[in-house]
């Protein structure tokens, strides 16, 4: 059988298990066991602050929860609010160690079952180790179509998909991939708030960038990593702001971002100056503060004091920063494309072009320039002022609700029997593995 058959053999397999039969359990969450394979929850990534809101969540509903940080723990184990948080490995995706941590925490709870969650790009786990483990991947979708990597995982009958968009999910779905939908989600902090307090004083959030209270503060809120591509497009916005900014002497950029690619990102600084963008228009964070983390609560302060936020990528498997800003009362610009659009409850949407990721052999979008020049001019007449519309789309976000609305059905298909039992081999106990083998 090819593996191009073998492969829709799978899919309709998950298709029925996952859709067309009823949920039956046999067990309950005191008796099931998670092994979390993301960063660190204390890691400032997007990533990590997922994982931090979703397995302190699993954790009260009584599941045995335990983090795989492939980014964010070296060198030893820890645990973070009482979950054990396992090390990386050697390999750069944690492929070394990633199985022999879920048998280490199966032996530790050798009366639940265990299943594996990711919350990553699935394209890097390599170990054919994976195969017959019971998976549950939260997976990124950022490209049309599925890259055949990453709809390959997700076609394996032992990986149940979660899509963290309407738009993966979709896409998933036009290959005859059926899949759960939990989109991610944001604490309360996330509402508007003028000031934060620090060292016993307070700041608002202008004090905080640098601006003065009478500018009108453009803000961007992105990962500088990846080169080509690089899909913040930071050179598509910068040379649209640069634009925009010649009509008006009140326009700031702020940027929430590192400054010079030391995490395999581009040189911003030489960008900025290569569209033509003063120095006295635009301020970065200061680098010392976001390398070790801005709080939220300061983040908070920070999307309150912008007047819109501009966050128009080449592809987003979800794109938090839209949804925070919203609910601090800040309306958005995004690409059309993706999952940008569907997060946007007051703001602009811009179209572009196609660009083909050869790595990843799928499309992403580039964004018009000129678009996002219009809409950067249309939230500079909208004025200065809170949007109750994005706040009140930004709710349905919120972090409980997800948990209570999304999660906990999704968890039930997770461990269901339909689900568990059609995999070959259960997560084994480490001890009973070595007895196995004849290991010691």
């Known amino acids: 059988m090819s593996n191009e058959s073998n492969n829709k053999e799978r899919s309709s397999k998950s298709a029925r298990r996952y859709s067309n039969l009823p949920i039956k359990n046999s067990s309950s969450a005191h008796d099931r066991a998670v092994i979390w394979y993301s960063n660190a929850p204390w ?5 990590g602050q997922q994982s931090a809101q979703v397995t302190t969540r699993l954790q009260k509903e009584n599941y045995k929860t335990a983090i795989i940080s492939n980014y964010g723990l070296e060198g030893n184990n820890t645990s973070w609010n009482g979950i054990q948080i396992y090390q990386r490995g050697y390999d750069l995706w944690s492929n070394d160690i990633v199985t022999a941590h879920a048998q280490d925490w199966a032996s530790r709870n050798i009366n639940a079952q265990t299943v594996l969650f990711t919350l990553f790009d699935v394209w890097v786990l390599r ?4 195969d017959n483990l019971p998976i549950a991947s939260w997976v990124p979708i950022d490209h049309l179509p599925t890259p055949p990597d990453v709809l390959s995982w997700c076609r394996k009958s032992n990986v149940m998909p979660i899509a963290m968009s309407q738009f993966g999910k979709h896409m998933l779905n036009t290959k005859d991939v059926d899949c759960l939908y939990v989109p991610h989600a944001i604490e309360k902090v996330f509402e508007p708030k003028i000031k934060v307090a620090n060292n016993e004083k307070e700041f608002t959030g202008r004090q905080f960038m640098g601006f003065d209270e009478d500018v009108f503060v453009v803000s961007m809120f992105a990962a500088n990593k990846g080169v080509v591509p690089n899909r913040k497009s930071f050179a598509e916005n910068f040379l649209a702001f640069s634009q925009f900014a010649k009509n008006h002497d009140d326009v700031r950029l702020y ?11 581009i040189n911003l600084h030489k960008l900025l100056e290569a569209v033509g963008i003063p120095q006295t228009k ?3 964070v200061d680098q010392y503060a976001y390398r070790i983390g801005v709080p939220q609560e300061a983040l908070a302060t920070l999307y309150t004091a912008t007047d819109v936020l501009l966050a128009c990528s080449m592809g ?7 949804i925070e800003a919203q609910a601090c009362g800040t309306p958005v610009i995004v690409s059309n494309f993706s999952a940008q659009p569907e997060l946007v409850g007051d703001g602009w949407v811009v179209d572009g072009q196609p660009f083909w990721d050869a790595m990843q052999n799928a499309w992403l979008h580039s964004p018009n320039v000129k678009e996002i020049i219009n809409a950067l001019e249309e939230a500079y007449n909208n004025g200065r002022k809170r949007s109750t519309k994005a706040i009140a789309h930004a709710k349905k976000y919120d972090a409980d609700y ?6 906990l059905p999704a968890l039930e298909r997770i461990y269901s029997d339909e689900f568990l039992l059609g995999i070959q081999e259960p997560i084994i106990p ?6 196995a083998s004849g290991g010691v």
């Open 430 to 435: 480490i001890k009973v593995a070595q007895k």
């Open 402 to 407: 997800v948990f209570e609305t999304a999660w």
């Open 43 to 47: 890691a400032g990534t997007g990533y």
């Open 255 to 265: 940027l929430h971002t590192e400054d010079v690619g030391s995490s395999g990102g």
């Open 282 to 284: 635009y301020k970065f």
């Open 127 to 130: 170990n054919p180790r994976f």
């Open 316 to 322: 987003e498997g979800f794109g938090i920063p839209v």
